[in-house]
Each structure stands twice: as C-alpha cells, then as structure tokens.
C-alpha cells in the first residue's frame, strides 16, 4: 500500500502552519486573515490531503485590546479536554512590533471558535510554542522581540515552564542566541530519549530561511546545536521554515512548513515525511512539489 499527497496541500498563502491530530482528523491552523474576516484560519482534513476550511479560530479585539494586530505563528495544545491556542498579536500598528505579545485563547473544540484568555508573556516575545513532556510538566518556548521592557535581546530562544496552559513560572532561559535572528521554536523527543530543538533561520521574505536543529537531554537544555539542515530552499521551492510536527497517515512522524513558489507570491503549506539519521539528527528529504508517492 502506497500514500500519495501533493504540495502544497491547500492552495492559498497561509504562514505558519500547524496540523494537529484531534478526533481522528487532521486540523490546520495559520497566520492569516480568515474567509469569514476572523483570523488564524482553520482547516480540518481526514486524510492530510482534502482540507475544507472551518472558520477562524479568534475575532479581532476592540480598539486597546491586547489582540488588535498581526495574529501570527498559531499552535494548539490539547490538555485535559481543552484546546489551548497560543499566538502572537498586538494592541497598535504604529510600534515596529515592539507591542507584540504571546498570547492565549481557549476552545472545548478543535474546530473552535476560541475565547481570549489574554496575554501570557507579558514582554516584547512571538512564535510560542508549548510542549507536554511525558513526566505531565509543560514548557513554552518563544522569542523575544524588539522594544523588550526586559532588555532581552530581540530574535533570541527562551524556554520557561507553564505552571499551567495559562500561567508561565516567569523564569525564562536563554537557550539559542548565537545566530542574529532565530525563530519558530518547536520541541520533539526523539526516539533516543533525548529532544531535539529545531528552529528557523535566514530571512522569511527570501530563499535563505531554512530549518535547523540542536539537541539536549533536558526540555530546558542545554542544547548543542548541529550542522545538519531539516529544510533548506530547492529548484522550486523557496525558503521552507515555521515549521511543526505532527503523526501523519502512516503513523509516522511528519513535518508541516510553509514555503514560497518561485515567483515569491505566497507562502504555502506543505507536508513532508521525517526520519531520524544515524546520529539521530532530523532527516527530511523535502521540501517535495507536486504529487509524491510514499511506498
């Protein structure tokens, strides 16, 4: 039996996505503005390939509102029976995004819609990213943005544990800073027991953003970073990146990213299998366009 699928999987510019496994269906959200004029679409799939999109997942806040601008880099946690959305947003347009903040809104329901819960990292910070350990603690990973009131450098990795979905410990740590712009942190186990950080860099808007991963035995590091790319531009896609994990039709475990055509007109999503290497680095052979077939 073979699984064929073709990139990109819907046809639309829609950064950042994310797929979640939840009732037996695969459920895509990303950074954009929805059909229905919400924000952070949602898409629901039964077999990764056919997607029909469902509503967007938040409205847009009241003038002042925490969540009046940008809603980027969307994930979703499944805890306890709820779905907990972490996003970017911000309360003004005219602050070269020093306003954005990591923020929380909450559904009984995958499809959503989802109620606002507010901020939850309250400095300059985007691209938050929640983990579940298998010992139950949960942990957040973002990025800090220009203007922090912290005087954390901007494009910077920290990890702080979640004393529950919606309250961090506040005892943030630097894990990866070497690079000038670091973003999209996402957290896996591997099948050596230990976790792999995998994270983008280049420029978003050009064919220099790419996938790339570190590797430590605790969820707070330290993480030593390897030379091996997961994703990087090809003959006809450009700029792979913002990436997520999610078990896929086979089982196994997938990659969902973004990626521009060569015209540089959107920026797409698509899927690809991943395998681990010998050393246990991620392996991708994408990013793949057209149809593929998966013995």
Same mark, same amino acid.
């Given at each position: 039996?073979?699984?064929?699928?073709?990139? =990109?999987?819907?046809?639309?510019?829609?950064?950042? /996505?994310?797929?979640?496994?939840?009732?037996?269906?695969?459920?895509?959200?990303?950074?954009?503005?929805? &059909?229905?004029?919400?924000?952070?679409?949602?898409?629901?799939?039964?077999?990764?390939?056919?997607?029909?999109?469902? !509503?967007?997942?938040?409205?847009?806040?009241? /003038?002042?509102?925490?969540?009046?601008?940008?809603?980027?880099?969307?994930?979703?946690?499944?805890?306890?029976?709820?779905?907990?959305?972490?996003?970017?947003?911000?309360?003004?347009?005219?602050?070269?995004?020093?306003?954005?903040?990591?923020?929380?809104?909450?559904?009984?329901?995958?499809?959503? /819609?989802?109620?606002?819960?507010?901020?939850?990292?309250?400095? &300059?910070?985007?691209?938050?990213?929640?983990?579940?350990?298998?010992?139950?603690?949960?942990?957040?990973?973002?990025?800090?943005?220009?203007? +922090?009131?912290?005087?954390?450098?901007?494009?910077?990795?920290?990890?702080?544990?979640?004393?529950? =979905?919606?309250?961090?410990?506040?005892?943030?740590?630097?894990?990866?800073?070497?690079?000038?712009?670091?973003?999209? /942190?996402?957290?896996?186990?591997?099948? !050596?027991?230990?976790?792999?950080?995998?994270?983008?860099?280049?420029?978003?808007?050009?064919? +220099?953003?790419?996938? *790339?991963? $570190?590797?430590?035995?605790?969820?707070?590091?330290?993480?030593?970073?390897?030379?091996?790319?997961?994703? !990087? +531009?090809? *003959?006809?896609?450009?700029? =792979?990146?913002?990436?997520?994990?999610?078990?896929?039709?086979?089982? $196994?475990?997938?990659?969902?990213?973004?990626?521009?055509?060569?015209?540089?007109?959107?920026?797409? =999503? !698509?899927?690809?299998?991943?395998?681990?290497?010998?050393?246990?680095?991620?392996?991708?052979?994408?990013?793949?366009?057209?149809?593929?077939?998966?013995?």
């Amino acid at each position: 039996m073979s699984l064929t699928w073709s990139n =990109p999987i819907i046809d639309g510019n829609l950064a950042d /996505p994310f797929i979640l496994n939840a009732d037996g269906r695969y459920w895509l959200i990303a950074t954009a503005v929805a &059909a229905d004029g919400r924000y952070l679409p949602i898409y629901v799939s039964d077999n990764c390939q056919d997607w029909k999109f469902v !509503r967007g997942a938040v409205e847009r806040g009241a /003038p002042g509102a925490w969540n009046r601008y940008n809603f980027w880099a969307p994930e979703i946690l499944h805890y306890q029976g709820q779905y907990w959305l972490y996003y970017t947003a911000k309360p003004t347009n005219d602050d070269n995004n020093a306003g954005n903040r990591v923020g929380l809104a909450v559904s009984d329901s995958p499809a959503g /819609p989802y109620q606002d819960c507010g901020v939850l990292v309250d400095h &300059a910070s985007l691209d938050a990213s929640p983990f579940c350990d298998a010992d139950g603690q949960l942990w957040l990973y973002y990025v800090t943005d220009h203007g +922090s009131l912290r005087e954390y450098a901007p494009g910077k990795i920290w990890v702080d544990r979640l004393l529950s =979905p919606s309250q961090v410990a506040d005892e943030a740590k630097l894990i990866v800073e070497r690079h000038g712009w670091q973003e999209g /942190p996402v957290l896996w186990p591997d099948e !050596r027991g230990r976790y792999r950080l995998t994270f983008s860099l280049g420029c978003w808007k050009d064919d +220099s953003y790419h996938v *790339a991963q $570190a590797v430590a035995d605790r969820p707070d590091g330290p993480f030593v970073e390897s030379d091996s790319i997961i994703l !990087r +531009s090809s *003959a006809t896609v450009k700029g =792979p990146g913002h990436h997520n994990f999610f078990t896929g039709p086979d089982g $196994a475990t997938w990659i969902v990213y973004h990626g521009w055509d060569l015209e540089m007109t959107g920026r797409k =999503p !698509r899927i690809d299998p991943i395998n681990a290497g010998p050393d246990g680095d991620l392996v991708c052979d994408g990013p793949s366009s057209g149809a593929v077939t998966l013995p």
